[in-house]
């Protein structure tokens, strides 16, 4: 009695690692969720807000003044102007962007590329849209943007392409030159770029976020999806935003209107009081975030574990591969049950993994340091699989 459409996806794979971990002595490195409080004076908003009784609808597309304070703070970083009011669409969380942005463009048949490893919710999107993901595998150890294997995955259908920098998982920050291979491909093509920008402000070791929809011809081509979850540690309270050209962003506001009519109210005026947040809070956030990612990657490799340090984000990608097991699954079960450390295997973020590929798990340092050091202490009691 299921449509085609809901029998064609599953949940993705953060729930069954949840699962087995719940009701167990489990170091939870697995979900990107902090275990640090948010900034009080964003939460005293939200309740400052739900005191005054600011229970009731929201406008449709978002708070005028923090659709407002979003533009203001583009322009301010880097430069670009956005119409606030015919633009920028505040949304539940940025998964629920995304989905109102693939609702706004994508028809039945229409390819949409996604690169592989890719965030769980883009080819259930594409999928439930009625559209057809194309997969462009990114090779490890450097998971690069490659033209060619984008020429490959080309054809008449295709509508869109989705990228995501700082990239979950890989925590890669795609260069200047891999954006203008995505920009020319996008330009010679007729291609629609989404690009997912949620961690953007979280970037390491002085390395620059480039932005695809600075270079020319691709401010006019590109929806942006961002969010205030991982920026100000409020994951649960589901606020993001889309900015995109007017035409495709009235599209956008169409569908999030249907999906979810607005936004919680008291939650976007808090949202108002953290896009006013000085530059110091969000380098003093980086900084403190750099620092625990430092000292889980020297923990995980001290283990054994092969990392390559992340530019961004709030994931290290680890090779497990010498420690025996075949599977990435089998070896993240192993560390719930006997080791009391959750992270995610790297399979579910493909359609099919490689058979080539290297065993990887992900491993989240957006944690109290405390929560890091015990979870290194438990995985120094890993060892070499017996064949």
Same mark, same amino acid.
């Given at each position: 009695? !299921? ?38 004076? %964003? ?39 956005? @119409?606030?009011?015919?633009?920028? &669409? ?55 943007? *490659? ?10 259908? &295709? ?19 891999? !954006?203008?291979?995505?920009?020319? =491909? ?10 997912? *920008? ?21 401010? @006019?081509?590109? %929806? ?7 920026? =100000? ?26 999906? &979810?009519?607005? &936004? ?51 994931? %290290? ?71």
């Amino acid at each position: 009695m !299921l449509s085609q459409r809901i029998q064609n996806i599953d949940f993705p794979v953060f729930g069954r690692i949840a699962a087995l971990a719940r009701n167990k002595d489990v170091i939870r490195l697995d979900a990107g969720e902090p275990d640090f409080p948010a900034p009080a004076l %964003i939460k005293d908003a939200a309740v400052a807000a739900i005191a005054a009784d600011y229970n009731q609808y929201a406008p449709v597309p978002g708070l005028e003044e923090l659709r407002r304070g979003i533009a203001a703070k583009i322009q301010e970083r880097e430069g670009m102007v956005f @119409e606030p009011l015919s633009q920028i &669409t505040v949304c539940c969380g940025a998964t629920e962007g995304l989905a109102a942005a693939f609702l706004a463009i994508v028809n039945p048949g229409d390819e949409v590329i996604l690169l592989e490893p890719a965030y769980t919710v883009y080819t259930p999107d594409v999928l439930l849209c009625g559209g057809s993901p194309v997969y462009v595998k990114l090779s490890p150890p450097e998971f690069r943007i *490659e033209r060619h294997k984008l020429e490959a995955a080309v054809s008449p259908r &295709t509508k869109a392409i989705i990228i995501n920098s700082p990239h979950n998982p890989t925590g890669r920050i795609y260069s200047q030159e891999e !954006l203008s291979v995505i920009a020319e =491909f996008c330009l010679r093509h007729n291609l629609i770029a989404i690009t997912d *920008e949620v961690y953007e402000e979280l970037t390491y070791d002085g390395v620059k976020m480039e932005r695809l929809w600075k270079i020319p011809g691709m401010e @006019e081509r590109t %929806i942006i999806v961002s969010g205030f979850s991982k920026t =100000f540690s409020v994951t649960g309270w589901r606020l993001g935003y889309v900015v995109a050209p007017v035409l495709l962003s009235r599209g956008v506001q169409l569908a999030h209107n249907y999906l &979810t009519v607005g &936004t919680a109210a008291p939650l976007q005026r808090a949202a108002v009081t953290a896009s006013q947040m000085p530059a110091d809070y969000y380098r003093t956030l980086a900084a403190l975030l750099q620092q625990r990612r430092d000292i889980l990657l020297d923990g995980l490799r001290k283990v054994g574990f092969e990392c390559r340090c992340p530019q961004g984000g709030y994931f %290290i990608l680890a090779d497990c591969s010498r420690f025996g097991w075949q599977d990435d699954w089998s070896l993240a079960q192993y560390l719930i049950e006997e080791i009391g450390v959750a992270a995610i295997p790297l399979s579910g973020f493909y359609k099919k993994y490689p058979a080539d590929n290297p065993v990887f798990l992900r491993f989240a340092f957006c944690k109290r340091e405390e929560t890091i050091r015990t979870a290194v202490e438990r995985l120094q009691r890993l060892k070499l699989k017996v064949k």
